[in-house]
């Protein structure tokens, strides 16, 4: 069955490179008789940046800037569509099975889209107790997930050496076991904490068994934005720093961005080639997620903290799918050195979620078993496993369960797999490229 399937998506996938593209002649992709679809591209003024993404050229800012302008979403989402299929032509489609554990909502920050945090005299204040981590993790491998996502708000009071214990429990009780933790906002409130250089901070975690690190707290990686929607909060270039030395160490981490609010395109471009950038210097970044904010149903204004500063984000309206869909296609296009792009189902529900697909990502993201950060801000979606399997089914891919560093963990079912060649890896690119 898949293979029929697949056979339709080859010449699907192949529609860029054969009608609108000739990588081999160099010749006018479009030649002197033009479709009506054809035409409409070429007027687009977009053609030729999306033919050199396509061919695997880098894009400029000025070029990116003219994608996110432009409202081809069809054509920007064919390109994106295109070099999704040239990085992974494996018939595959990837899912995570983890958790999202968040120890504790008490927050030195004021992030003006987040309902989850709360000042640390608040009565609603939590810290998760061992017994209820443990209860969770075991909860999660017996539903057949590897990891938790493991994150909280920026915690006053507790030392760094409650981290590295919680660290070190976790994998004496769960050898195996991997803990995506601690954002860079987190990481580099740690080293306030503790006093220690970043560096230290981060060999110390990484020894007590911290295995990667998640993209939080990225938002737009612009010090502008970042000044006017967040206090207390990690700028820019310490948000890069957190991922730089956590590379260097050999670790892997994801990058976000978290779009739709008081950004400008063009600091959407600032913030991919910041990322890009990064990318290239080290090569650590697994993966790239990207999702509109998600307005709070009321401003989390918490007394005196929040008077008179910040915005309002309740009264942002919220990013259709157009804008997450073209947002994400361009993101594949511009990030030439990132081999993943997750689709966030998470907040744009079953439906986009699944079409992201087809407009740049290769992934499905996580099962998400738990998600109190979105759940708090009101919009959050819940598919169950067989739902995302299915999702990825229906369009012509074989779903396949992967790690956080997409290396495959089922079992392959097909001959051809990476797996069964002896790599059990997917494609991730571990090395600068352009
Ligand atoms: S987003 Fe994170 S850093 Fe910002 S207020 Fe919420 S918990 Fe704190």
């Given at each position: 069955m898949w293979k029929r399937n697949r056979r339709q998506h080859d010449l699907v996938g192949r529609w860029w490179f054969q009608r609108s593209f000739s990588v081999k002649t160099k010749r006018s992709p479009f030649g002197s008789r033009l479709t009506g679809v054809e035409r409409r591209i070429r007027l687009s003024g977009i053609a030729h940046i999306l033919d050199k993404a396509v061919a695997g050229e880098r894009l400029s800012g000025d070029e990116g800037l003219r994608l996110l302008e432009s409202h081809d979403l069809a054509a920007i989402g064919a390109a994106a569509d295109a070099v999704t299929r040239r990085l992974h032509p494996e018939p595959y489609r990837t899912y995570n099975i983890d958790r999202n554990v968040n120890y504790s909502n008490a927050c030195t920050a004021v992030c003006d889209f987040c309902a989850f945090y709360r000042p640390v005299d608040h009565p609603d204040v939590y810290v998760l107790s061992r017994e209820v981590l443990f209860e969770k993790i075991e909860e999660t491998i017996a539903l057949g997930g590897d990891q938790i996502l493991l994150q909280g708000g920026?915690?006053?009071?507790?030392?760094?050496e409650w981290y590295e214990e919680l660290l070190s429990d976790v994998r004496t009780r769960?050898?195996?076991?991997?803990?995506?933790g601690f954002s860079p906002p987190e990481l580099y409130h740690f080293t306030k904490i503790s006093g220690l250089p970043l560096r230290t901070v981060l060999q110390r975690l990484k020894d007590a068994g911290l295995g990667s690190l998640p993209g939080g707290g990225g938002e737009i990686l612009v010090d502008r934005v970042r000044k006017l929607i967040t206090r207390g909060k990690v700028l820019t270039d310490d948000w890069l720093n957190v991922n730089r030395v956590w590379h260097e160490l050999g670790g892997r981490s994801s990058a976000t961005m978290m779009f739709g609010h008081v950004e400008t395109l063009a600091e959407r471009i600032e913030h991919l080639e910041r990322l890009r950038q990064l990318q290239d210097e080290t090569g650590g970044f697994t993966a790239y997620i990207c999702w509109t904010m998600q307005p709070p149903?009321?401003?989390?204004w918490f007394g005196k903290h929040r008077e008179g500063v910040g915005v309002d984000m309740s009264k942002l309206p919220p990013a259709g799918a157009f804008e997450y869909l073209k947002t994400q296609a361009v993101s594949r296009l511009y990030l030439d050195n990132f081999a993943n792009i997750q689709s966030s189902w998470v907040t744009q529900g079953e439906k986009i979620g699944q079409m992201a697909l087809m407009f740049g990502a290769n992934d499905m993201g996580s099962l998400m078993i738990e998600e109190n950060v979105v759940a708090e801000a009101g919009t959050v979606y819940h598919l169950s496993l067989e739902t995302i399997r299915r999702c990825i089914r229906e369009t012509g891919f074989e779903p396949r369960q992967r790690n956080v560093f997409y290396e495959y963990v089922d079992k392959g079912k097909s001959a051809g797999c990476a797996a069964e060649a002896g790599g059990n890896a997917l494609p991730v690119l571990n090395s600068p490229v352009g």
């Open positions: 920026l915690h006053p009071k507790l030392p760094l769960f050898p195996g076991f991997n803990v995506h149903n009321e401003p989390p």
